[in-house]
Nanobody, 125 residues
Framework: VQLQASGGGLVQAGGSLRLSCAAS????????MGWFRQAPGKERQFVAA????????YYADSVKGRFTISRDNAKNTVYLQMNSPEPEDTALYYC???????????????????WGQGTQVTVSS
């Protein structure tokens, strides 16, 4: 599967932004999906994950209550709605996929086989 992330940009703290990740292939609904981010000089970190059906989600503590992950299997797309972003959320955001048609959500980089190219999010104070 190939992943194309989009929707990044410059946003003011307290605003909102929605990232999208479009996937190729006809079996998107069998993939667990995740969002990760990487700030300059830091390791890539987990942000949010969703299972194949959308029935299970999981968030990093730092974004819980502010970000929402969702998916539209008919459109082969996963989303990350970012509400009330903070300057600390500034990073390159990546989407990731792994073939996993189960209730499991995946939260580490090594769980995922496929990665998008990243989309930059910059939050100004």
């Amino acid at each position: 599967v190939q992943l194309q992330a989009s929707g990044g940009g410059l946003v003011q703290a307290g605003g909102s932004l929605r990232l999208s990740c479009a996937a190729s292939g006809r079996t998107f609904s069998s993939y667990a999906m995740g969002w990760f981010r990487q700030a300059p000089g830091k390791e890539r970190q987990f942000v949010a994950a969703i299972n194949w059906s959308g029935g299970s989600t999981y968030y990093a503590d730092s974004v819980k209550g502010r970000f929402t992950i969702s998916r539209d299997n008919a459109k082969n797309t996963v989303y990350l709605q970012m509400n009330s972003p903070e300057p600390e959320d500034t990073a390159l955001y990546y989407c990731a996929a792994d073939y996993r048609p189960s209730i499991v959500v995946l939260t580490t980089t090594r769980d995922y086989d496929y990665w998008g190219q990243g989309t930059q999010v910059t939050v100004s104070s």
